[in-house]
T-cell receptor, first 112, second 113 residues
């Protein structure tokens, strides 16, 4: 069974600082890995998806890397803003049936 | 992409009662899923909603407790039966369109007293 761990559980930084969020998974035979954002009282918004054959994906200030052999992914958020405050979830798809295994998330607070 | 809506957005229920949650997608999708997010925890997959047939449940979840319907390619319901306070959670519907990204609804926040 795929186990997904996210460290740290919570992070508080001043505005402008770069954010580094970590995700590890136990089964390296993954199909893809997805990073989501969850705002309080709201659903999940997909941020980035990395295929198993890719090493990284970028979207604006967000960059996600994937090291499948070591079972790790890192989400970098450059020049953080108060609007980046949210919980960030890492989800791994292990098989071809769309099922996702989620980490517990990292709750980010960016102080103005 | 797919836009997913859920009804109700939140509810407070008495123990022993049942609640049916609706999930509507704005386009036909291949796969639909139901997840549970208990307070302070991450998402756990309850079941895959199969169009026109019985849902496929994950370990620890049973049809009698969480009956699911999916009559067509854009709609599904999840019923939480004979509720107890331990069922207090956020219930989320998700869908895959055949591409890689999975889309999520806004969730239904359930409090059982």
């Amino acid at each position: 069974k795929q186990e997904v761990t996210q460290i740290p559980a919570a992070l508080s930084v001043p505005e402008g600082e770069n954010l580094v969020l970590n995700c590890s998974f136990t089964d390296s035979a993954i199909y893809n890995l997805q990073w989501f954002r969850q705002d309080p009282g709201k659903g999940l918004t997909s941020l980035l998806l990395i295929q198993s054959s890719q090493r990284e994906q970028t979207s604006g200030r967000l960059n996600a890397s994937l090291d499948k052999s070591s079972g790790r992914s890192t989400l970098y958020i450059a020049a953080s803003q108060p609007g980046d405050s949210a919980t960030y979830l890492c989800a791994v798809r292990t098989s071809n049936d769309y099922k996702l295994s989620f980490g517990a998330g990292t709750t980010v607070t960016v102080r103005a | 992409s797919a836009v997913i809506s859920q009804k109700p957005s939140r509810d407070i229920c008495q123990r022993g009662t049942s609640l049916t949650i609706q999930c509507q997608v704005d386009s036909q999708v291949t796969m639909m899923f139901w997840y549970r997010q208990q307070p302070g925890q991450s998402l756990t997959l309850i079941a895959t909603a199969n169009q026109g047939s019985e849902a496929t449940y994950e370990s620890g979840f049973v049809i009698d407790k969480f009956p699911i319907s999916r009559p067509n390619l854009t709609f599904s319901t999840l019923t939480v039966s004979n509720m107890s306070p331990e069922d207090s959670s956020i219930y989320l519907c998700s869908a895959g369109t055949g591409g890689e990204t999975q889309y999520f609804g806004p969730g239904t926040r359930l409090l059982v007293l």
